[in-house]
């Protein structure tokens, strides 16, 4: 069985809400995943935007979310998810705004592509409190049991048609 990452509020490779963005709410958006492989023993979700600043000219990859330690039975989280909210053990990494949790898109020019990539790992990582996600992909190389990625399109309302 492979791992699959999806979510009930957009079909990959389609627009994300408005509700999961800075013209909205700003909320995470509702995600679910399929069972892991046997031995996954922690999960690590990676939110990240590839297309900064311009999707024509990208510069940088922009981390906007990054959990690791996940439990091995967790299958999904809730729209809205805060901090505290998240499965006992989780911890919020670092995202590019400076601060632990998530961060919506808020792309400053043209269609941006935004990836929800699901890690299952053979072990757990060592709390490294609020890291940034280099330092947690550190931590999982050669942990890797299984991989799933989604993604979400978001272009701002004040860039359509340009």
């Not at 963005?21 to 909320?27: K, P």
């Not at 942990?143 to 978001?154: P, V």
């Amino acid at each position: 069985m492979t791992l699959k990452i999806s979510s009930p509020a957009f079909a990959h490779n389609e627009m994300m809400p408005e509700a999961y963005t800075c013209e909205g709410a700003n909320v995470s958006p509702p995600l679910t995943w399929t069972e892991p492989p046997a031995g996954t023993k922690s999960f690590v979700l990676i939110s990240d935007d590839p297309d900064a600043p311009d999707p024509k000219a990208p510069k940088m990859v922009w981390v906007h979310w990054v959990l690791y330690n996940m439990p091995p039975e967790t299958r999904g989280l809730p729209e809205a998810v805060a901090d505290e909210a998240l499965p006992k053990g989780t911890i919020a990494g670092t995202n590019d705004r400076q601060h632990a949790g998530w961060t919506g898109p808020c792309p400053p020019i043209g269609v941006h592509r935004y990836y929800f990539k699901l890690y299952a790992l053979d072990t757990m990582l060592p709390d490294m409190g609020h890291v940034t996600k280099p330092e947690v992909l550190k931590q999982m190389e050669g942990h890797i049991l299984a991989q799933s990625e989604m993604i979400g399109l978001y272009i701002r309302k004040e860039n359509i048609g340009k």
